[in-house]
């Protein structure tokens, strides 16, 4: 994948997670459905977020970050 795709992902989960808070705020039942879209929505957003703050412009691996 390249940079803009990583930024689409990016983009994509935070207007999920955002619609999802949203969702809280305004009560929508169950309320336990909010809860689960953020909870397996968060981390993919969280690693598209480091893969796009990570890519180059230019061909290459993206650097190793440790455990």
């Known amino acids: ?3 803009e795709s990583y930024l689409a992902v ?3 989960t935070a207007v ?3 619609l999802a808070a949203y969702a ?4 929508i039942e169950p309320g336990w459905l909010p809860v689960i879209v953020v909870v397996l ?3 993919v957003f969280i690693l598209a977020l ?3 703050w990570n890519a180059s412009n230019v061909e290459g691996d993206i ?3 440790g455990y």
Request: hydrophobic share 60%; net charge positive.
């Open 41 to 43: 929505t968060f981390p």
């Open 63 to 65: 650097p190793f970050t």
């Open 24 to 27: 809280v705020s305004i009560g």
């Open 50 to 52: 480091f893969l796009w």
């Open 1 to 3: 994948m390249n940079k």
């Open 10 to 12: 990016t983009i994509i």
């Open 16 to 18: 999920i997670l955002v």
